[in-house]
């Protein structure tokens, strides 16, 4: 499973991502807020305007290097979009 918590501006690039590793299904939650390493905070007040998109993704083994890859891609062409992803363990799916 795949937490993905990125820039609101970004969503257009990081669900492109998700389509060209070929995985269609995710679970988005918007206006996430909160603090990072890479970025600003985006905490949706006056002083720090913005805010977080969130995907939970369940990826099958076999499309998970490719997303893996395609994600470090993604944050080294848009720095600023705070991509940050995560890998939990999923042991069912009900």
Not at 22 to 29: C, D, F, L
Not at 40 to 57: D, I, M, Q, S, Y
Not at 58 to 63: D, G, R, T
Request: net charge negative; proline share 5%; glycine share 6%.
């Amino acid at each position: 499973m795949f937490l993905i918590v990125y820039c609101n501006a970004a969503d257009e690039y990081v669900i492109a991502t998700l389509k060209k590793a070929g995985v269609a299904q995710y679970t988005k939650m918007e206006e996430v807020h909160g603090e990072g390493t890479e970025t600003e905070p985006k905490l949706r007040t006056h002083t720090w305007p913005g805010e977080n998109n969130a995907l939970f993704v369940a990826v099958p083994n076999e499309k998970m290097l490719l997303l893996i890859d395609l994600l470090k891609q993604l944050k080294k062409e848009h720095p600023r979009a705070g991509v940050k992803g995560f890998i939990l363990p999923m042991e069912e799916s009900i």
